[in-house]
Protein backbone atom coordinates (compact mmCIF):
# COMPACT_ATOMS: atom_id res chain seq x y z
CA UNK A 1 0.00 0.00 0.00
CA UNK A 2 1.12 3.30 -1.04
CA UNK A 3 1.37 5.90 2.10
CA UNK A 4 0.60 9.59 1.24
CA UNK A 5 2.19 11.74 4.18
CA UNK A 6 1.04 15.34 3.86
CA UNK A 7 2.52 18.23 5.66
CA UNK A 8 1.93 20.26 7.59
CA UNK A 9 -1.23 19.19 9.26
CA UNK A 10 -2.37 22.55 10.12
CA UNK A 11 -1.64 25.64 8.20
CA UNK A 12 -2.10 29.13 9.17
CA UNK A 13 -2.52 31.63 6.39
CA UNK A 14 -4.09 35.18 6.09
CA UNK A 15 -6.24 36.11 3.27
CA UNK A 16 -4.61 37.38 0.05
CA UNK A 17 -1.38 35.62 1.13
CA UNK A 18 -0.20 32.32 -0.59
CA UNK A 19 -0.42 28.88 0.78
CA UNK A 20 1.69 25.75 -0.03
CA UNK A 21 0.76 22.29 1.10
CA UNK A 22 3.48 19.20 0.29
CA UNK A 23 2.34 15.85 -0.21
CA UNK A 24 4.67 12.91 -0.33
CA UNK A 25 4.53 8.94 -1.55
CA UNK A 26 6.16 6.48 0.26
CA UNK A 27 6.53 5.13 -3.64
CA UNK A 28 6.03 6.50 -7.28
CA UNK A 29 2.67 7.34 -8.39
CA UNK A 30 3.96 8.79 -11.43
CA UNK A 31 2.06 12.08 -11.99
CA UNK A 32 -1.45 10.06 -10.83
CA UNK A 33 -2.09 12.56 -7.98
CA UNK A 34 -5.02 14.46 -7.22
CA UNK A 35 -5.92 17.29 -4.49
CA UNK A 36 -9.29 17.49 -2.90
CA UNK A 37 -10.76 19.92 -0.49
CA UNK A 38 -13.44 19.56 2.10
CA UNK A 39 -15.63 21.82 3.91
CA UNK A 40 -17.46 21.03 6.58
CA UNK A 41 -20.18 19.08 6.42
CA UNK A 42 -19.71 18.94 2.68
CA UNK A 43 -18.30 16.03 0.47
CA UNK A 44 -14.68 16.19 -1.08
CA UNK A 45 -14.29 18.26 -4.28
CA UNK A 46 -11.86 17.64 -6.89
CA UNK A 47 -9.40 20.68 -7.69
CA UNK A 48 -6.32 18.92 -9.33
CA UNK A 49 -5.30 15.84 -11.44
CA UNK A 50 -2.62 14.30 -13.05
CA UNK A 51 -0.68 16.17 -9.96
CA UNK A 52 -1.15 19.72 -12.07
CA UNK A 53 -4.55 19.90 -14.00
CA UNK A 54 -7.25 22.15 -12.81
CA UNK A 55 -10.56 20.36 -12.61
CA UNK A 56 -13.05 21.92 -14.26
CA UNK A 57 -14.52 25.66 -12.67
CA UNK A 58 -11.29 25.55 -10.33
CA UNK A 59 -10.01 29.10 -10.60
CA UNK A 60 -6.22 29.57 -11.72
CA UNK A 61 -5.17 30.94 -8.16
CA UNK A 62 -4.75 26.63 -7.40
CA UNK A 63 -1.68 25.23 -8.78
CA UNK A 64 -0.38 22.08 -8.38
CA UNK A 65 3.31 20.17 -9.39
CA UNK A 66 5.62 17.91 -8.80
CA UNK A 67 5.92 13.95 -9.94
CA UNK A 68 6.58 10.56 -8.87
CA UNK A 69 6.86 10.97 -5.12
CA UNK A 70 6.53 15.03 -4.32
CA UNK A 71 3.75 17.16 -4.48
CA UNK A 72 2.74 20.45 -4.09
CA UNK A 73 -0.09 22.65 -4.14
CA UNK A 74 -0.28 26.53 -3.75
CA UNK A 75 -2.92 28.92 -3.25
CA UNK A 76 -1.79 32.22 -4.85
CA UNK A 77 -4.07 34.22 -2.86
CA UNK A 78 -5.98 32.86 -0.68
CA UNK A 79 -10.10 33.62 -0.50
CA UNK A 80 -12.62 33.05 2.60
CA UNK A 81 -13.65 30.04 0.67
CA UNK A 82 -10.41 28.57 0.42
CA UNK A 83 -10.46 27.72 4.20
CA UNK A 84 -10.48 24.03 4.43
CA UNK A 85 -9.18 20.86 4.95
CA UNK A 86 -7.36 19.50 1.57
CA UNK A 87 -6.17 16.02 0.81
CA UNK A 88 -3.66 14.64 -1.62
CA UNK A 89 -4.93 10.92 -3.44
CA UNK A 90 -3.22 8.60 -5.20
CA UNK A 91 -4.79 7.15 -8.19
CA UNK A 92 -1.46 5.01 -9.40
CA UNK A 93 -1.51 1.97 -7.61
CA UNK A 94 -4.30 -0.36 -6.11
CA UNK A 95 -5.56 0.52 -2.83
CA UNK A 96 -6.36 3.60 -3.79
CA UNK A 97 -4.51 5.83 -0.28
CA UNK A 98 -5.31 9.27 0.61
CA UNK A 99 -3.32 11.88 2.83
CA UNK A 100 -3.92 12.53 6.23
CA UNK A 101 -5.15 15.81 5.38
CA UNK A 102 -4.07 19.31 6.18
CA UNK A 103 -6.07 21.75 7.54
CA UNK A 104 -5.87 25.38 6.10
CA UNK A 105 -6.89 27.65 8.45
CA UNK A 106 -7.51 31.61 8.74
CA UNK A 107 -4.32 33.45 10.93
CA UNK B 1 -25.33 18.26 -14.95
CA UNK B 2 -23.48 15.06 -12.73
CA UNK B 3 -24.95 14.03 -10.07
CA UNK B 4 -24.57 11.27 -7.01
CA UNK B 5 -27.74 11.58 -4.72
CA UNK B 6 -27.01 9.25 -1.57
CA UNK B 7 -30.02 8.22 0.89
CA UNK B 8 -30.43 9.77 3.84
CA UNK B 9 -28.29 9.32 7.42
CA UNK B 10 -29.33 6.21 9.30
CA UNK B 11 -29.44 5.36 13.21
CA UNK B 12 -28.84 1.86 13.74
CA UNK B 13 -27.80 -0.61 16.56
CA UNK B 14 -25.20 -3.02 17.31
CA UNK B 15 -25.61 -6.39 14.97
CA UNK B 16 -28.05 -5.09 12.44
CA UNK B 17 -27.45 -3.62 9.06
CA UNK B 18 -28.15 -0.32 6.73
CA UNK B 19 -28.22 -0.55 3.49
CA UNK B 20 -27.05 2.97 1.56
CA UNK B 21 -27.77 3.96 -2.00
CA UNK B 22 -26.10 6.60 -4.89
CA UNK B 23 -28.40 7.59 -7.69
CA UNK B 24 -26.45 8.35 -10.30
CA UNK B 25 -27.91 11.13 -13.28
CA UNK B 26 -26.69 13.42 -15.71
CA UNK B 27 -24.22 10.60 -17.12
CA UNK B 28 -23.67 7.48 -18.68
CA UNK B 29 -23.73 5.23 -15.77
CA UNK B 30 -21.70 2.04 -16.82
CA UNK B 31 -18.94 4.25 -18.31
CA UNK B 32 -18.17 5.25 -14.50
CA UNK B 33 -17.30 2.73 -11.79
CA UNK B 34 -18.64 3.64 -8.49
CA UNK B 35 -16.46 3.78 -5.36
CA UNK B 36 -17.31 3.94 -1.62
CA UNK B 37 -15.05 6.14 0.75
CA UNK B 38 -15.76 6.23 4.27
CA UNK B 39 -14.87 8.91 6.49
CA UNK B 40 -15.07 8.37 10.41
CA UNK B 41 -15.63 11.17 12.95
CA UNK B 42 -13.03 14.19 12.67
CA UNK B 43 -10.82 11.78 10.80
CA UNK B 44 -9.57 11.58 6.99
CA UNK B 45 -10.63 9.65 4.01
CA UNK B 46 -10.66 5.58 3.86
CA UNK B 47 -11.07 4.40 -0.43
CA UNK B 48 -13.49 1.15 0.91
CA UNK B 49 -13.42 -0.06 -3.03
CA UNK B 50 -15.41 -0.35 -5.84
CA UNK B 51 -17.51 -1.76 -7.89
CA UNK B 52 -17.84 -2.38 -12.14
CA UNK B 53 -20.71 -1.20 -13.28
CA UNK B 54 -20.23 -3.09 -16.59
CA UNK B 55 -19.99 -6.26 -14.68
CA UNK B 56 -21.09 -5.91 -11.51
CA UNK B 57 -17.98 -7.16 -10.20
CA UNK B 58 -17.26 -5.58 -6.92
CA UNK B 59 -13.34 -5.17 -5.61
CA UNK B 60 -13.02 -4.40 -1.64
CA UNK B 61 -10.13 -3.08 0.17
CA UNK B 62 -8.77 -4.98 2.94
CA UNK B 63 -10.48 -3.99 5.87
CA UNK B 64 -13.63 -3.88 4.21
CA UNK B 65 -14.04 -7.63 3.48
CA UNK B 66 -16.58 -10.15 4.82
CA UNK B 67 -19.22 -7.38 6.30
CA UNK B 68 -19.35 -5.50 3.46
CA UNK B 69 -21.25 -5.70 0.25
CA UNK B 70 -21.30 -3.65 -2.97
CA UNK B 71 -24.48 -3.86 -5.09
CA UNK B 72 -25.70 -2.58 -8.06
CA UNK B 73 -29.28 -1.81 -9.83
CA UNK B 74 -28.65 -0.78 -13.91
CA UNK B 75 -31.85 -0.49 -14.07
CA UNK B 76 -32.10 2.89 -12.12
CA UNK B 77 -28.51 3.69 -12.27
CA UNK B 78 -28.03 3.39 -8.19
CA UNK B 79 -25.09 1.45 -6.69
CA UNK B 80 -25.31 0.29 -2.80
CA UNK B 81 -23.47 -0.43 0.35
CA UNK B 82 -24.54 -2.68 2.58
CA UNK B 83 -22.95 -3.31 6.14
CA UNK B 84 -24.11 -6.09 8.17
CA UNK B 85 -23.11 -6.96 11.69
CA UNK B 86 -22.91 -3.21 12.37
CA UNK B 87 -20.69 -2.19 14.82
CA UNK B 88 -20.20 1.10 16.62
CA UNK B 89 -16.56 1.38 15.02
CA UNK B 90 -18.96 1.66 11.56
CA UNK B 91 -20.03 5.13 12.67
CA UNK B 92 -18.88 7.44 9.57
CA UNK B 93 -19.77 8.96 6.57
CA UNK B 94 -19.83 6.99 3.31
CA UNK B 95 -19.00 8.93 0.00
CA UNK B 96 -20.00 7.17 -3.18
CA UNK B 97 -17.51 8.84 -5.83
CA UNK B 98 -17.33 8.04 -9.50
CA UNK B 99 -14.08 7.00 -11.00
CA UNK B 100 -14.18 6.87 -14.88
CA UNK B 101 -12.66 3.35 -16.21
CA UNK B 102 -8.97 3.59 -17.43
CA UNK B 103 -7.58 6.15 -15.00
CA UNK B 104 -10.20 5.53 -12.23
CA UNK B 105 -9.56 9.34 -10.59
CA UNK B 106 -12.92 10.21 -8.49
CA UNK B 107 -13.93 13.50 -10.08
CA UNK B 108 -17.54 13.45 -8.82
CA UNK B 109 -19.12 12.54 -5.40
CA UNK B 110 -21.74 11.82 -3.66
CA UNK B 111 -23.27 14.38 -0.27
CA UNK B 112 -21.95 11.82 1.92
CA UNK B 113 -24.74 9.08 4.31
CA UNK B 114 -23.86 9.48 7.65
CA UNK B 115 -24.14 5.82 9.82
CA UNK B 116 -24.70 6.18 13.20
CA UNK B 117 -24.54 3.20 15.15
CA UNK B 118 -25.19 2.60 19.31
CA UNK B 119 -25.17 0.20 21.49
Known amino acids: EIVMTQSPATLSVSPGERATLSCRAS??????LAWFHQKPGQAPRLLIY???TRATGVPARFSGSGSATEFTLTISSLQSEDFAVYYC?????????FGQGTKLEIK | QVQLVQSGSELKKTGASVKVSCKAS????????INWVRQAPGQGLEWMGW????????TYAQGFTGRFVFSLDTSVNTAYLQIRGLKVEDTAVYYC????????????WGQGTLVTVSS
Open chain 1, 27 to 32: QTVSTN
Open chain 2, 97 to 108: ARAVYGDYLFDS
Open chain 1, 50 to 52: GAS
Open chain 2, 26 to 33: GYSFTNYG
Open chain 2, 51 to 58: INTNTGNP
Open chain 1, 89 to 97: HQYNNWPRT
